[in-house]
């Protein structure tokens, strides 16, 4: 089972109230998790302190246990879900330190993409999921939906759905996801894509003249872009109590 790293761009574009937009370079790994083993000895061997992963940074409301297991009882506990295989789309911990904005996790049945599980941080420390199923429907490049429950950004409001769009191929990974308010407007669209590349094929100086140190970067990126909100004097909204569940249900199918 080879071990990929997704050299791509994350994109942001947002209509509400100010406009602002912005793209950054960014790199992901994407591996099945039955094989988290593998790639912590893989990640220590080749890059040392640089790259590293730790099971205990997801999944983190499931009982300590490495990772595979970790994420099999998420998904039975909360969805009573069983997944042939599942694929994780995440930034590593980078000499040691990492956030991920949103961790993706594929899940795959009979070949075919069947569920996505969103896993949301945001900068105050919170977790929230949104479960994406419907009914054992191939999710491949398809729009899908879910109301808007966890607070990310203090520039928009809670209220408003999301729209998400997967599409994972052989060679190259691309994720959409759209939020518009509660009168269907779109307000932001975000994307993030870019080309596999075998982990075994990736240089420790390469990825360090590529990206620097990114995963404090991406803190530093969400703050500065929050700054220059502020000063164009865009709506500020309080951080809102976290929701009472953990986990948000997607619901239908959408055209786009």
Known sequence: MAFYLMRGQVYHSRSETAENSFKYPIFNLYYS??????????????????????DEDYLKETPQALLSEKCQQFLAKNFNYQADHVFLQTIPRMFGYAFNPVNFWYCYRQKKLEAVLCEVNNTFGETHYYWLYQQGEDLDNKWLKAEKKFHVSPFF??????????????NHLH????????????K??????????PLEEVSFTGLLLRYGWMTPLVVFRIHYQALKLFFKKVKFFKKPSPPTKEITHGTSFMGR
Do not use: M
Request: proline share 2%; net charge positive.
């Open 175 to 186: 994720v959409d996801i759209h939020f518009l308010n509660d009168e269907g407007t779109l």
């Open 157 to 170: 409001a809670i209220e408003g759905e999301y729209r998400f769009r997967f599409r994972p191929t052989k």
């Open 33 to 54: 998790v039955s094989q988290t083993a593998n790639l912590q000895a893989l990640l220590q061997k080749k890059f040392k302190s640089l790259l590293s992963f730790r």
């Open 188 to 197: 932001l669209n975000t994307w993030v894509q870019g080309e596999l590349t």
